[in-house]
């Protein structure tokens, strides 16, 4: 292989960390990529290889808010399915060909791409509500993270799993950054 300036080292990024235009109204906490996260990203010389929204490929950027249970629906598993095959077929290709990929990254506090924390309500009737349905983050994966993990498991494909918290309330920036930083 020719050699050139590239490092060879990929990060697989959750969309929103990319293009918080994705996320649902009210929750974006950054105008356009989440900085810290991408800082340092550019600073180590990781490439980012960025996932689909697999809520906005679905559902549209004029979804509202939802839990877990309401994205646990087979169309929504096979939506998902979808998704992470059309990565991991990327990842395969990438990792044959000796490029490292270091971790992925999803986004703790979200139904799907949750990887500690993800907001659940086990009591949601599925009513029109008059207000959006209450929720509690509970320490498991969202649905996209769950079908990513399974179709990776059957790809024999073993790549670590980051959180990066949507807010200081499901995980602190600077840990997730921190176990980032030791895979390097
Ligand atoms: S956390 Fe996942 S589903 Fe939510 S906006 Fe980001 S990429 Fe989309």
Known sequence: MVEDKRSKKIVVATHCIL????????????????????????KSGLGILQMPCPETTYLGIRRWQYVKEQY??????????????????????????????????????????????????????GLIPEKLPSQKQVAEK???????????????????????????????MEDALSRLKKLL
């Open 19 to 42: 293009n918080q235009n994705a996320k649902i109204q009210g929750i974006a906490k950054f105008p356009g990529v989440i900085t810290p996260v991408v800082d340092f990203l550019v």
């Open 72 to 125: 646990d629906t087979p169309a929504f598993r096979e939506h998902c399915k979808k998704l992470a095959d059309f990565i991991l077929n990327q990842i395969e290709d990438y990792q044959k060909s000796g490029y490292k990929i270091v971790a992925i990254l999803g986004a703790d506090g979200s139904p799907s791409c949750g990887v500690n924390k993800t907001p659940r309500n086990p009591t949601w009737s």
């Open 142 to 172: 969202g649905v996209y993270m769950e079908v990513l993990e399974d179709e990776m498991k059957k790809k024999n494909l073993n790549i670590p799993l980051i959180g990066i918290p949507e807010t200081p309330e499901v995980g602190s």
